[in-house]
Every structure is written in C-alpha cells, then in structure tokens.
C-alpha cells in the first residue's frame, strides 16, 4: 500500500471491493496476532463453554427438586430435594471457578496481543521511509498508538469473552429449554424472527455510524496534538480564536456521531426487552394453562420461563460488544493499514559491507520525482572525490535538499544510482551506511534527556572525555559548562531548555562524534547568530577536515569554507567551480555574492 493508501483509510466511504480488501487485511494481522496463542485461547475456550454449562444447568435442578423433590419430600424422602440442592451449589462453585479462570486466562492473551500490537506499530513506523512520515502526519500516528489500541483493549478485554459466553450461553439455554419443554422452545424459535430482524436493522445503521466515530475521534486527536506541537506559532499568529472554531466544529461533529449511535441504542435495547418479555409472557400463559390440565409440571414451567429470560440476558451486553467491536475494526483497520505500508527505501536483500568508508561519492544518470509529473532532479551526472567540501547554493526549491536526501538515502533515486566508495548505497549495509554517511538539517532536533546524551546520539558507547572534546572542537563547551548541570542539564522536551543556536552546536558536536566519512549540513547554521557562526567556522573547519562534506547554506560566509561551489537551479547544475572563481565569473554566484557583500556595507 503507498502513502495516499494509507491516508484513505481516514475516508468513511469504500467500495464493495475495497471494504473486502481492508477487511482481510485485518483478518491477516489479526491472525498473525493470535497464532502464538493457540494453546490459551483453546484453554479459554473450554473454561466459557464449562462455565456456561455449569451456570446453564441451574433452572434445570431447580425444575427437578420442585416437581420430583417436594413430591418426594411429603414422603419423608430427603435425597430428590438434597440432590437438588448440592447440584445447584456445585454448579454455581464451578461456574464461577471457571469464570475466574477464563477472565484471567482472556486477560493474559489480550495484554501479550497488545503488547505485540504496539510494539509492532512502534518499530514498524521507525522502518518506514521518510516519504510516509512527511505525508502521515504525527498526530495520526498518535492516534494509532492511543485511541486505536484502546479500542482494540476493551474489545480483548472484555468483548470477546462477552461475545463468546454470551454465544455459549445462549445455545446451551436453547438447547436445554428444548429438551425441558419443546413447546416452550418453539415459543422461543418463533421470537427469534423478529429479534433477528431488529438486530439486522442495528448492525446495518450501525456499522457506518462507528466508523464515523474513529474518524471523528482521530481528528480530534490529530488537532490537539499538532496545536500542541506548534504552540509556538499558534500564539505568535494568534491562531487561538481559528484553532477553537476548528476544534469546536470537530467536537460537534464528534458529538452529532455519537447522538446517533447513541439514538440506535435507544431503539435497539427496548426492542430487544420487548421481544424478550413478550416471549416470556407467551411461555408463561400458554405453560399456565398446561400445568392446569396436568400436562405440565409446575417445576418445568418455572424452569422454561427462566430459561426464556435468561435466553435473552446476554443480548444486551452482545449490543454493546458490536460498539465496541465497531470501533476496534475500524481501529484494526487504520492499524493494519500502517502495518501493511512499505518502505519506499528498503534494505538491501543481500547488503555489501563497507567498514572503512573514503568518502568518494558518485551519481551516475540520477534522476529523481516524487510523482510523474511532478521532477524534482532531471536526469544528471556528479563526482565528489573524498576528502572535497562542496557548497550547495541555489533559490528555494532549485533542489538542493533533495540532492542531499538522495546522498543520505531517506530517498531512492527514481532512476540511476547514487555510490559511496563504488558501491551503490541501495546496496550497502544499513549500519555502514548509517555510520558513513550523517546528515545535519536546520531542526537540530535533541531528545529528551542530558546534553551529553544527545551529543553522544552520535556514538552512544563514546566516554565522557570524548563527548566533552566533541563539544570542545565545534564551540560548543563554553555555554555548556555554563548550563545548570552542565553537560549532565536536561534539555527538556524538544531541547526547550536551549536556544535555536545552541540546539545546532549541540548538533554539531554529535555529528563530529559519529566521525562520518561525508557529512551533509543542510541549512545547519542558519539559527545561529553572528558570532556564534564566526565560532563554529573554527569548529566546521575542524568538523569538515578529511571528510567528504555538503553543505547546504544561503549564507555565503559559510559557503566560503568549501573547496567547490555548486549552484543549483530547477533541480539542475548550472555552475561549479572553486569559490573564487566563481565569484570572479559573472555568473549567478557572482552576482549572490555581490548583492551578499553590499547588503554587509
């Protein structure tokens, strides 16, 4: 499935052929969730039909001591009526020993399927590309990860026993009501026409009001979260007042969803209590003239009106298991969807290892699209010998990052190959591509945790002393020491502790601790302020030294670092050449750096 598979799942409306396909996509992960558990589930499944049994079994003694007991009794003969009442408590003892144990048993396979479930969902979105995590957005994937696998909990936790001890219920309640009295079973036959066709009407209206619902849900969830995330640029454009009109259209929407199921229940649950009763009072009335004429004993009356009415006992809880189960595949649906996404950049079937990376970087009739009719890099050829710092420069969206994304390989070239040491990088082991090549974008994003935590992102076995000559060699050491903590300070959520610049010189120093053969700075100075870049010049000198390095910048001054200067425009190369001679030309690079060096007059 691509990307704008999985976003469709957000749509409420399918055809025939695209709900079966869904809906086997779900019965496969489901299945593949619940393969290892066989021997619990069949454990289970025999302690819900012992203990429905065992609970099913009491109208039937309860028949037998009033109608052979008490006769028995006027006798002097105490065992009918004994028999009868042990019977019903060691039925009752076994029951509910057996209930106990099928509600342990469904709880310890409802938490290994989830714990499965999330730890699949977790590692699985860690593979995807980055083409999915820029079109999924996170408050989707969150949604994923908390409102989707709560619904699937409650459904594990208890629906499905409910399901199966209501089914299991039901049937033994039938089936023994038959054999106490068949007329009273044809009473009950005959009630089942217009329960099913309640119910059928319930499922049909239901089924896309659920639906409704996750999706409703979802979006909730996916508003709050990417206000929360981008609070910074909702106060600074006063997005409050627009977010609250958009939040309370969604709330509405929410709210309208669950009326309507809500309003089906209302009809549903009466309905169901008026067949029930009816059914009952039938059962009642036509025994009541029976046990008159002495065709009936008064005992199996009793025993067949409490089987009809217990027959129907279940049934509301079983409407409430729909809800839930509703939700939960409307869940499983979005989940399995994720689940089922491919990586647009896989690893490599049988991966080349490269332990000591030079840094020689080639691309050899590369051409690069997002869609078809949407090029970003025509087809092109370029050489980086090892060891050479390139500067990327060119208008926004000329395709400079994506070149870099290409080198990085958070993309694959739609044709043509891109090689590291002369080995293509769709090839290369992960770990050594990982190792080779490190990439430094404008977020300069830190995780929760220490300074030195995240310097050591670069290589997390690196000891104190090395994380601190990391920071040391990019500037950085100096403002560290002045934190709190020092380097053991928490940079708090997203590294708020920290400012823009200091986040990118914390950066800098993971990048220098990985020592990469090339290195991609992508926009990485540009948060930082004057002096602070005239620090870190020192330290990119030092970053950059005997290592293949592109740098990505419209600041000229740090363009002037690099041995070989390309200018890019329309996804194509239009000059290379050395800084100087560049500027010496008369072409765009010259004209950038003049207008670059009156704007410092």
Do not use: C
């Amino acid at each position: 499935m691509s990307v704008s598979g999985v976003q469709g799942e957000e749509r409420q409306d399918y055809s025939k052929a695209e709900s079966a396909q869904i809906r086997a996509r779900s019965r496969r992960l489901l299945g593949s969730l619940l393969s290892p558990l066989k021997p619990k589930l069949w454990l289970t499944a025999v302690a819900i039909v012992l203990s429905s049994a065992a609970q099913v079994a009491g109208p039937a003694l309860i028949a037998y001591g009033i109608d052979q007991g008490i006769p028995a009794l006027m006798k002097q003969d105490w065992f009918p009526v004994a028999f009868a009442g042990i019977a019903y408590l060691l039925t009752g003892l076994a029951g509910a020993f057996l209930i106990a144990a099928y509600i342990r048993l469904s709880a310890r396979i409802s938490q290994a399927v989830l714990i499965d479930l999330r730890t699949r969902v977790f590692l699985h979105t860690q593979k995807l590309s980055l083409e999915f995590h820029e079109s999924y957005t996170s408050g989707r994937i969150i949604s994923r990860q908390t409102s989707d696998l709560d619904a699937i909990r409650e459904l594990m936790d208890e629906g499905l026993t409910m399901l199966v001890r209501g089914l299991m219920y039901m049937v033994f309640t039938g089936v023994m009501l038959v054999i106490v009295d068949a007329p009273s079973g044809l009473v009950l036959l005959a009630s089942l026409v217009p329960l099913g066709i309640l119910t059928r009407w319930f499922q049909v209206r239901s089924q896309s009001l659920f639906r409704r619902s996750r999706v409703a849900s979802a979006k909730l969830i996916v508003q709050f979260v990417e206000t929360m995330t981008g609070i910074r640029a909702v106060q600074a454009f006063r997005k409050q007042k627009r977010n609250e009109a958009e939040f309370g259209d969604l709330v509405e929407d929410y709210r309208d969803v669950n009326a309507k199921v809500l309003g089906l229940f209302a009809v549903y649950n009466p309905g169901m209590a008026l067949i029930g009763n009816t059914a009952v009072a039938v059962t009642l009335v036509l025994g009541g003239f029976r046990v008159v004429d002495g065709s009936l004993g008064v005992g199996v009356l009793l025993a067949a009106v409490l089987y009809t009415k217990r027959f129907f006992d279940p049934m509301e809880d079983m409407a409430m298991f729909y809800n839930g189960y509703q939700s939960a595949s409307s869940a499983l649906e979005k989940i399995s969807g994720v689940l089922e996404e491919e990586p647009s950049v896989p690893d490599p079937v049988k991966p080349v290892d490269l332990w000591n990376a030079e840094g020689h970087v080639r691309f050899d009739s590369v051409e690069f699209a997002y869609t078809k009719d949407r090029v970003i890099l025509p087809r092109f050829d370029l050489e980086i010998p090892a060891g050479q710092t390139i500067a990327l420069v060119g208008s926004t969206g000329a395709g400079k990052s994506t070149l870099a994304k290409l080198i990085a390989r958070f993309y694959d070239p739609s044709d043509g190959v891109v090689t590291l040491d002369d080995i293509s990088l769709a090839d290369l082991h992960p770990k050594d591509l990982r190792r080779a090549i490190v990439m430094v974008t404008q977020e300069a994003y830190l995780f929760s945790g220490s300074v030195a935590d995240n310097i050591a992102l670069g290589k997390p076995d690196a000891s104190f002393d090395e994380i601190v000559r990391a920071a040391m060699a990019v500037g950085a050491h100096e403002f560290i020491e002045g934190l709190p903590n020092g380097y053991d300070t928490d940079v708090n959520k997203r590294g708020g502790r920290v400012s823009a610049g200091q986040r990118q010189l914390i950066s800098f120093a993971r990048a220098f601790l990985a020592n990469p053969a090339v290195l991609i700075l992508d926009e990485a100075t540009s948060s930082l302020d004057i002096p602070s870049e005239r620090l870190v010049q020192e330290g990119l000198t030092k970053l950059l030294a005997d290592r293949t390095a592109v740098i990505i910048a419209h600041r000229l001054s740090t363009v002037a670092i690099a041995d070989r200067v390309l200018v890019m425009e329309h996804g194509r190369i239009v000059e290379d050449g050395s800084p100087a001679e560049l500027i010496a030309g008369t072409g765009h690079f010259a004209a950038l750096h003049a207008a670059w060096r009156d704007s410092l007059v």
